[in-house]
């Protein structure tokens, strides 16, 4: 059994193929708007803001879960590969700069949510006209949100690499801390900061050509995890596979 590894993955580009946000904007008609303030707001208000601008169409969120639905599937292998690392004892997570509504409507379609035992995310709820509300993981204001941070290298709203400061610290003991490996699985310029985190027992898997890779491969001084690239759904399920049997061997 593979008990102590803790498998994370980014969500947009890693897990799914697309991004969520931007299929929502396009299927929902909101390109051009979106256009418009772009570069007026940061990211994560800006989806706020184009959830407002649905609800002032009267588009509800059961058009907006509809809307997800019809998103790209996941793709097969990596399903299986979800499937497999979780059947075989491995601690499935999300560290993601998208938001909880997004990402748990599309994993509820293809039944991969229970597979997860925890998704920090940027929160959702529903406000009291049914308006669908995005909120910043970080600084929020809201009682639940996390305190601000002073990350440079990740956005206001969300720095992935305290995020994995807290699962690491979550273990139920110092020894689980130093047993725990972890495999992290991303593509972004987000996921750079949470993969300095990583020691040299742990592993990070990039995707080829993406921002993540290009940051990875510009300063390998800085990187103590093995590096395994993967640029398709079947080499990443592959490639998580294999890093699963060899630790478990290891571990032994």
């Known amino acids: 059994m593979a008990e102590g590894i803790v498998i994370v993955f980014d969500f947009d580009r890693t897990l799914i193929d697309g991004d969520s946000d931007n299929w929502v904007v396009t299927e929902m008609g909101l390109t051009e708007i979106f256009h418009q ?36 599937p996941i793709d097969s292998h990596i ?7 979780k059947s075989l004892g491995c601690d499935l997570k999300i560290v993601s700069d998208a938001n909880q509504f997004f990402i748990e409507k599309i994993l509820e379609q293809h039944d991969l949510l229970d597979c997860f035992s925890d998704i920090y995310t940027n929160p959702t709820s529903v406000d009291e006209i049914g308006k669908l509300r995005i909120s910043p993981y970080h600084g929020g204001g809201a ?3 996390t305190p601000p ?34 495999i992290y ?8 900061c949470p993969t300095l985190k990583l020691r040299e027992c742990d592993c990070v898997m990039p995707r080829t050509n993406y921002p993540l890779w290009k940051r990875i491969s510009d300063n390998p001084s ?14 990443l399920q592959r490639i998580l596979m294999q890093l699963v049997s060899t630790i478990t061997k290891e571990d032994s």
């Open 149 to 182: 941070h002073s990350c440079n290298l990740c956005p206001p709203n969300l720095c992935k690499g305290l995020v994995m400061d807290h699962i690491r610290a979550s273990s139920s003991s110092p020894k689980d801390q130093i047993l725990t490996r972890f």
């Open 37 to 72: 303030l772009r570069f007026t707001l940061p990211w994560n208000r800006l989806m706020d803001r184009m959830m407002t601008e649905l609800h002032s169409q009267g588009r509800s969120v059961q058009d907006i879960e509809a809307c997800l639905q019809r998103i790209m």
């Open 79 to 85: 399903v299986e590969a979800i499937k497999s690392a």
């Open 222 to 235: 800085l990187i103590k995890a093995d590096v395994k690239e993967w640029s398709s759904a079947e080499e």
């Open 185 to 192: 699985l991303g593509d972004g310029g987000g996921d750079f």
């Open 143 to 145: 009682a639940a949100s």
